[in-house]
């Protein structure tokens, strides 16, 4: 290649390869792509692969005279603008919305001086058994003691208005069993276990005893072990995962039996819905550790968590709080600015409300179907049906709302949530198709919502009464199913019948 040549054919390649890398940094880093999770170090060799083509596409065109020189540092300095610009915008929007957040907290900073435990202090490490997407407790453990909610910061012990009507210290005492669940029920006999609840925190009981979850409540009404495997902080795909793991590797058997399923409208969409674990630090980042390069290794994941792309993507783009953390309004009380929105009622005074709850009580039916968890959401689903026929056990869905959703017209000044919860009726629609039955919590809430508050006034989970009334609602459609099944002589029939030693 002629020597005036090399400058145009680096301009193509560095210009244009840049961009194409931001594309890929952006696009696919830490995403799960046809079941397989893309990590840096793949994203850094398609990177290399595509600016290689780029060089070699580059060097033909300008051989063969398909461009000229000028035309090259055209095509190289128009990729340079796009690329400025889009940096330009990640960084002003990222900025902006820092912003308009109100007072961040953090908690490792926070507990060096403060005495009080809020909830999740409390409970037992989680960790993943293999290299699928799900987690267990670590088994054998019981932890106990008083805590504040989790919405509570040091600070809040200031306001006169939080102590005396919003915090309370609670008590708590978790057991986690030898197979890593709540409670004192291991599988040694899993052989006749006819009923098992799966979900997240609302299953596992946030903030409660054991006893006094809905999972409790409801094996006293019904006379029937039910096997809590709720784990907080999963999603309906890491909950489908763990339950295949118990089923097919014979640890669980629920042939002729009844899962009860929750799903949470409040991050059961934006939750991770990998199907691979997590991967630990790669052999490279512990080699770049400690130098110079460590940062520019870190530097493609910052890229993508405050680009525009990924910002909207993951919903973060929904948290524009028109400067309220900063003035004033509902992040502050007596003097004090608060993490949380803290909200007053005329009928049950006040509460602290999560802004994330608040913003997915807010969510369109478009952000619901374009999210990109939303196709993983149906297959996740489609498994549980074809799991549940190949182990013969039947599935009900309980839909549960978000505080927000179920309370947030009842205070003032609260932001208006979307008229129709469309996640949960995004499920419903999937349980239906696959001739799941479903419970509707959100209506079947309303009516005791009017009278008295289900969940706590420093957390987003339900209360003690919450965890009662949702027992006795589960256990009334159950109950009217079973009466049913013994008239009708259905399918169903079989979920109550004693099983053959």
Known sequence: ???????????????????????????????????????????????????????????????????????????????????????????????????????????EISRVSDRNSWVGELYPDLFYPDHENYRLHKPSRVVEGFHFGDMYTPSMLKSKTLMESVLSRKYVKIAINEDGFRGGKAFDNARNARIVALGDSFTFGWGVNEEATWVGHLERSLGETIYNLGIHDSSPRQEYLLLEHLLDQGKLRLDHGLLLWLIFEGNDLEDSYDTVRPTSESTMTQVLDNTLLSGLWKIPRVIKHQSVVDIFRSGRATFLMSGAGRSGGAYWVDGIQLATPLYRSPRFGYKLFSPLQIERAKSTREYVASHPNRSALHRTIQDMAALSKKHGFEVVMLLAPSDARLYGSYFDDFPQASDRAHFLEAVSEEAGAVSFRVVNLSEALRSYAENELLYFRDDDHWNERGHEVVAEIVGKRLNVQRQSASRSNTVVQSLWKQRPT
């Open 1 to 107: 290649m002629p020597k005036k040549q090399v400058f145009p054919l680096l301009t193509i390649g560095c210009a244009v390869g840049l961009l194409w890398s931001y594309g890929l940094f952006v696009s696919i880093l830490d995403e799960t792509i046809v079941g397989v999770s893309v990590g840096l170090r793949d994203v850094v060799v398609i990177a290399a692969v595509g600016v290689c083509l780029i060089l070699a596409l580059g060097q033909w065109t300008l051989k063969s005279q398909v461009l000229s020189s000028r035309e090259a540092y055209a095509i190289g300095g128009g990729a340079i603008a796009i690329l400025g610009a889009m940096l330009a915008l990640d960084t002003a929007y990222s900025g902006y919305l820092s912003s308009q957040q109100p007072l961040r907290w953090d908690r």
